[in-house]
């Protein structure tokens, strides 16, 4: 059973393509982290929201708690978006998270 | 910024060899992690740490062991490697809360 999923798992787009990731989850939560990892494994956190909306450059992210589902969006998609990109959410214990899979994402030019 | 290093970004080993991960952080966090990242499987959490010397079991803790003598440093040991414990290995660490967890660039190991 998995607490976090994610879709698609890959997805390819055109440069300049609107793109949506979907994240749905089973638990509940206080927040929920997107994460970003580029080719070469680093990762870094791109949000983390409890509530409604948040917007950094060309990335939005959005979350309804009563539905258990965020979505991350990329506006005028650029081949330097193409990673992985991960939703994690908070466990009851421990400081730890669940993570969904991951969706990588190619974007060509 | 706060920056974890870990010790080599690839490794190759042979079946049967003891192999050590070193993870260092320098941003003080009392919380320290090591996942694994296979395809398809996401990251899973190995083993975690929330103070010096205190340790606990993750998710997938069978052919782990960890080492957390100095608040800075968090080090992963495969006892024995076997092949089956090739992937990628990442190490994170956070404040406590369930805050942002700041993640190194991940080692590559392969055992062969």
């Known amino acids: 059973k998995n607490e976090v999923e994610q879709s698609p798992q890959n997805l390819t787009a055109q440069e300049g393509e609107f793109i949506t990731i979907n994240c749905s989850y089973s638990?509940?939560?206080?927040?929920l982290h997107w994460l970003q990892q580029h080719p070469g494994g680093g990762i870094v956190s791109l949000f983390m929201?409890?509530?409604g909306k948040k917007k950094h450059g060309r990335l939005i992210a959005t979350i309804n708690i009563q539905e258990k589902h965020s979505s991350l969006h990329i506006t005028a998609s650029h081949p330097r978006d193409s990673a992985v990109y991960i939703c994690a959410v908070p466990r009851n214990t421990g400081n730890q998270f669940y993570f969904g899979t991951g969706t990588s994402l190619t974007v060509i030019p | 910024d706060v920056k974890v290093t870990q010790s080599s970004r690839y490794l190759v080993k042979r079946t049967g060899e003891k192999v050590f991960l070193e993870c260092v952080q320098d941003?003080?966090?009392?919380?320290m992690f090591w996942y694994r990242q296979d395809p398809g499987l996401g990251l899973r959490l190995i083993y975690f740490s929330y103070d010096v010397k205190m340790k606990e079991k993750g998710d997938i803790p069978e052919g782990y062991s960890v080492s957390r003598e100095k608040k800075e440093r968090f080090s992963l040991i495969l006892e024995s490697a076997s092949t089956n414990q090739t992937s990628m290995y990442l190490c994170?660490?956070?404040?406590?809360?369930?805050?942002?967890?700041?993640f190194g660039p991940g080692t590559r190991l392969t055992v062969l």
């Open positions: 941003m003080d966090h009392e919380n």
């Open positions: 994170a660490s956070s404040p406590p809360g369930y805050n942002e967890q700041f």
């Open positions: 929201l409890s509530s």
């Open positions: 638990v509940g939560i206080s927040a």
